[in-house]
Nanobody, 124 residues
Framework: QVQLVESGGGLAQPGGSLRLSCAASGFTFDSYAMKWVRQAPGKGLEWVSGIDTDGRDTYYADSVKGRFTISRDNDNNKLYLQMNSLKPEDTARYYC?????????????????WGQGTQVTVSS
């Protein structure tokens, strides 16, 4: 019943931009911290960004701080990740996560709901 559906991935040139979206349903969206996690080819899962329930506090990995912006629209149960100044190192599959009170926005664990992901490729 819980669903998280990512969209907006694709190809971008270095220095370009993409906006990822995540549509959530089946749970009380505004009671959950939300996050983005990515997995690059041949590498493990990497936490990218998180946001608290009302969107007041945001958190970023050092590798994306200043380039990415996380936001949420609680009226429409949507999460976003605006990605600017993209680098080849950003190439990965990006997953949207919803965290209960057992999973804070600055991390992820077994208590999170996961989406299927959307692929981002940054290449010239």
């Amino acid at each position: 019943q819980v669903q998280l559906v990512e969209s907006g991935g694709g190809l971008a040139q270095p220095g370009g931009s993409l906006r990822l979206s995540c549509a959530a349903s089946g749970f009380t969206f505004d009671s959950y911290a939300m996050k983005w996690v990515r997995q690059a080819p041949g590498k493990g899962l990497e936490w990218v960004s998180g946001i608290d329930t009302d969107g007041r506090d945001t958190y970023y990995a050092d590798s994306v701080k200043g380039r990415f912006t996380i936001s949420r629209d609680n009226d429409n149960n949507k999460l976003y990740l605006q990605m600017n100044s993209l680098k080849p190192e950003d190439t990965a599959r990006y997953y949207c996560l919803g965290g209960s009170e057992q999973s804070p926005p600055w991390d992820f664990n077994d208590h999170d709901y996961w989406g299927q992901g959307t692929q981002v490729t940054v290449s010239s």
